[in-house]
T-cell receptor
Framework: QQQVKQSPQSLIVQKGGIPIINCAYE??????FPWYQQFPGKGPALLIAIRPDVSEKKEGRFTISFNKSAKQFSLHIMDSQPGDSATYFC??????????????FGKGTKLTVNP | EPEVTQTPSHQVTQMGQEVILRCVPISNHLYFYWYRQILGQKVEFLVS????????KSEIFDDQFSVERPDGSNFTLKIRSTKLEDSAMYFCASSQGAYYGYTFGSGTRLTVV
């Protein structure tokens, strides 16, 4: 119930392609769904995030699609560039009754964008 | 852009030794976290800290772990007696609160030998 399942594990696209990374969850207590981008040796950096009352959010070349009934959400990267090559993590936030919160991360997708 | 600063970037320690990982969160943030990432695996929650106390901890965060905010700016993670399986990247994060994203530091790579 606490898991966030992410696929694929790795993805290779050509420059200009549109990689799509998918995540699924079970726990309806999750209330916020961020995506993080991580370069080697660096911490995860917030890329884009969505709340469950919104079906789509776009920021620049990055789009999250959210399907609340299916408990699935995905990240699309338009016009991908070699500089987008990184590991992408989806996450879901769970807030407890006491007000504390934590992020549950997916296992990550290593994206390679070839020139 | 404000950053979360972590020191050291790399720490090598002998099994059984104590280590302290240090973090300076973003100054106006109120919520603080430690996560860890074993090489090649997902990022895992360790502990959250708010209002000078632990608000939630995971099953990983056993009695060997402790956190402290000693002076209003630093946020530390102490591992009392390190084990080989504690080898991982440890990330500090901070947040302004609900519906705000977390800002992660660049991490401390802990190697226990």
């Amino acid at each position: 119930q606490q898991q966030v399942k992410q696929s694929p594990q790795s993805l290779i696209v050509q420059k200009g392609g549109i990689p799509i990374i998918n995540c699924a969850y079970e726990n309806t207590a999750f209330d916020y769904f961020p995506w993080y981008q991580q370069f080697p040796g660096k911490g995860p950096a917030l890329l884009i995030a969505i709340r469950p009352d919104v079906s789509e959010k776009k920021e620049g070349r990055f789009t999250i699609s959210f399907n609340k009934s299916a408990k699935q959400f995905s990240l699309h990267i338009m016009d991908s560039q070699p500089g987008d090559s990184a590991t992408y993590f989806c996450a879901a936030r769970k807030r407890s009754q006491g007000g504390s919160e934590k992020l549950v991360f997916g296992k990550g997708t290593k994206l390679t964008v070839n020139p | 852009e404000p950053e979360v600063t972590q020191t050291p970037s790399h720490q090598v320690t002998q099994m059984g030794q104590e280590v302290i990982l240090r973090c300076v969160p973003i100054s106006n943030h109120l919520y603080f976290y430690w996560y860890r990432q074993i090489l090649g695996q997902k990022v895992e929650f360790l502990v959250s800290f708010y209002n000078n106390e632990i608000s939630e901890k995971s099953e990983i965060f056993d009695d060997q772990f402790s956190v402290e905010r000693p002076d209003g700016s630093n946020f530390t993670l102490k591992i009392r007696s390190t084990k080989l399986e504690d080898s991982a990247m440890y990330f500090c994060a901070s947040s302004q609160g609900a519906y705000y994203g977390y800002t992660f530091g660049s991490g401390t790579r802990l190697t226990v030998v």
